[in-house]
T-cell receptor
Framework: DTGVSQNPRHKITKRGQNVTFRCDPI?????LYWYRQTLGQGPEFLTY????????KSRLLSDRFSAERPKGSFSTLEIQRTEQGDSAMYLC??????????FGQGTRLTVV | GQQLNQSPQSMFIQEGEDVSMNCTSS?????WLWYKQDPGEGPVLLIA?????ELTSNGRLTAQFGITRKDSFLNISASIPSDVGIYFC???????????FGKGTRLHILP
């Protein structure tokens, strides 16, 4: 399968713990996006990378959130000191510049 | 900020019926996109529109980019059970921008 791959698919964590998600984009896609989707809502933009450079961050991305894309390949999204409000589906998408993005299946985070 | 308003929020239809849903914005978008999301999955792109007035089909799906560049609609003809899901409109100002999503239209097909 050569689509966008996200791991894990599901994560349950206790409040206050740190979690990290991984996204492997489609090979050769230089853009990578992170979105968050809560129940009953559309995906909300968090941040995106072009190669290894993080070009934009949403105000939704508090200082507890950090995203990296070392070497411009896979990306990680870390949430520190998780809160119940962080429970959501975290979606990753990738594209070439000026083309449409393909989404992964998402990581569903539940904070208990 | 930019927001997309989708209507209706949900629809209950009989199999075989045609479906129409739309999306409006208070600001101009230069790209309109329609996605479908199944439970537990990521959104899948159905149709992309790049020019005002453009009408594009993908099988039983047809979408149009409004002349004002502030709206778009999606029609599904002769609905089948696998059409069930959430349909999102999304827009973008520039080709280099991130996309902004609406809240979705949930399509249910009655047995």
């Amino acid at each position: 399968d050569t689509g966008v791959s996200q791991n894990p698919r599901h994560k349950i964590t206790k409040r206050g713990q740190n979690v990290t998600f991984r996204c492997d984009p489609i090979s050769e896609h230089n853009r990578l996006y992170w979105y968050r989707q809560t129940l009953g809502q559309g995906p909300e933009f968090l941040t995106y990378f072009q190669n290894e450079a993080q070009l934009e961050k949403s105000r939704l991305l508090s200082d507890r959130f950090s995203a990296e894309r070392p070497k411009g390949s896979f990306s990680t999204l870390e949430i520190q000191r998780t809160e119940q409000g962080d429970s959501a589906m975290y979606l990753c998408a990738s594209s070439l510049v000026r083309t449409e993005a393909f989404f992964g299946q998402g990581t569903r985070l539940t904070v208990v | 900020g930019q927001q997309l308003n989708q209507s209706p929020q949900s629809m209950f239809i009989q199999e075989g019926e045609d479906v129409s849903m739309n999306c409006t914005s208070s600001s101009i978008f230069n790209t309109w996109l329609w996605y479908k999301q199944d439970p537990g999955e990521g959104p899948v792109l159905l149709i992309a529109l790049y020019k005002a007035g453009e009408l594009t089909s993908n099988g039983r799906l047809t979408a149009q980019f409004g002349i004002t560049r502030k709206d778009s609609f999606l029609n599904i003809s002769a609905s089948i059970p696998s059409d069930v899901g959430i349909y999102f409109c999304a827009g973008r100002v520039d080709r280099d921008d991130k996309i902004i999503f609406g809240k979705g239209t949930r399509l249910h097909i009655l047995p």
